[in-house]
């Protein structure tokens, strides 16, 4: 890619591709295994602005960063100024390089109440709540970055007015998911508002939003001189997307798909990630929506994701994914083409969010 690299603040980004923040999937072994396979930034799932649940094992597992490269960014959620200063602060002393405000979820409600994308449509509201991270944040030398959508509604597409108030506050980055809060997942994703933002704006503006292929990457980079790309579902199992993705917009050529070998043995190392944070029994029953996405569309994959729903231990998950892929080895050396499979987003954006 041609284009200069992103800096947030005072940090370089090695590339242009970021995975998207996604509740219950980027946690810290996700994003880890990303980053190996060519995403260059990776913002870690929302935190709450809730203090009572800090203490929380599902907010302490949020906020687990060992080994992680930086720079270290963690997304907060919520929808009072004060308790989202207090957030930052809170994260910032326990390691946050980067603090980014969440104001792109679609969930009805984030920790009961009515926060991330709903917030746009309250503009006097976010407003506060960017200045007072921003007061928080930037005197101790951490930049203040956002993510939102297009805007709530069809009618009320007010991400350009928003973004030129947020980058008057001292936001960093902006990032937008090209669609509007009422649509969920729903519809396709749209650029021109994107575009937009980034010709108004002197903060690196990110596009987001169904970039699912290599093609799709060099076209919404042109379309709308975004500085950098986020993708998100698309890595769900996938997470080489992002060298694919690099290789294309360097040389115009696709790169092969991973071997069996290799995929399989990337699973396998992250599937032993992931039970290190979790632990057996909730490590293996969250690694289940991994293992779904990473067989989705492949032959056989529904039927294994069933089985694979039966088996409650860490040795019999693993042993049965080697099996698997070993089949599949018989047959194919790289990994065959998927079929499109149906995938509910708004129900998992929805449940993850809010939790
Ligand atoms: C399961 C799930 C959880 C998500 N959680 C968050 C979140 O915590 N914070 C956020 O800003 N966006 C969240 N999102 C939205 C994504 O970051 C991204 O904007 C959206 O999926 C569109 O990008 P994509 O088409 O590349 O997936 C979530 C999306 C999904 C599917």
């Not at 200045?131 to 203040?144: F, I, K, N, T, Y």
Request: include cysteine.
């Amino acid at each position: 890619m041609s284009r200069p690299l992103v800096k947030i603040g005072p940090h370089l980004l090695p590339n242009a591709l970021f995975v998207a923040p996604m509740a219950g999937v980027t946690d810290r072994p996700f994003r880890q295994l990303c980053r190996r396979l060519g995403a260059g930034y990776a913002v870690s799932e929302m935190v709450t602005s809730r203090k009572e649940l800090w203490g929380s094992l599902k907010t302490s597992r949020r906020a687990d960063h060992s080994g992680e490269p930086g720079p270290i960014a963690v997304q907060i959620a919520g929808t009072d100024a004060a308790m989202m200063a207090e957030a930052a602060a809170y994260n910032v002393d326990r390691g946050a390089q980067i603090i980014d405000i969440n104001m792109g979820c679609p969930a009805k409600k984030v920790c009961n109440k009515w926060a991330g994308s709903a917030l746009m449509r309250n503009e006097a509201l976010a407003l506060e709540i960017v200045e007072s991270v921003v007061a928080q944040c930037v005197p101790r030398g951490v930049p203040v970055t956002l993510k939102m959508r297009t805007g709530w509604s069809a009618d009320e597409r007010n991400a350009l007015r928003l973004a030129k108030l947020f980058e008057a506050a001292g936001i960093a980055m902006l990032t937008i998911h090209g669609r509007t809060r009422e649509q969920g997942y729903k519809g396709l994703a749209e650029y021109d508002t994107i575009a937009a933002v980034k010709a108004a704006l002197s903060i690196p503006v990110v596009a987001n939003g169904d970039i699912d292929t290599p093609e799709k990457a060099r076209d919404v980079l042109a379309y709308t001189q975004a500085d950098a790309l986020m993708i998100g579902r698309a890595a769900q199992g996938r997470p080489w997307i992002f060298r694919e993705v690099a290789h294309f917009l360097a040389t115009g050529e696709h790169l092969p798909p991973p071997t069996i070998v290799e995929a399989r043995d990337v699973l396998t190392e992250h599937l032993h990630d992931h039970y290190g944070l979790y632990g057996e029994l909730s490590g293996v029953r969250s690694a289940r929506k991994h293992i779904g996405w990473a067989v989705r569309g492949l032959p056989g994959g529904e039927a294994f994701r069933q089985h694979m729903n039966t088996l409650e231990r860490c040795d019999q998950q693993l042993q049965a994914l080697r099996d698997w892929f070993d089949e599949l080895g018989q047959a194919h050396d790289r990994l065959p083409p998927t079929l499109a499979a149906a995938n509910d987003e708004d129900a998992q954006a929805d449940e993850a969010c809010a939790a």
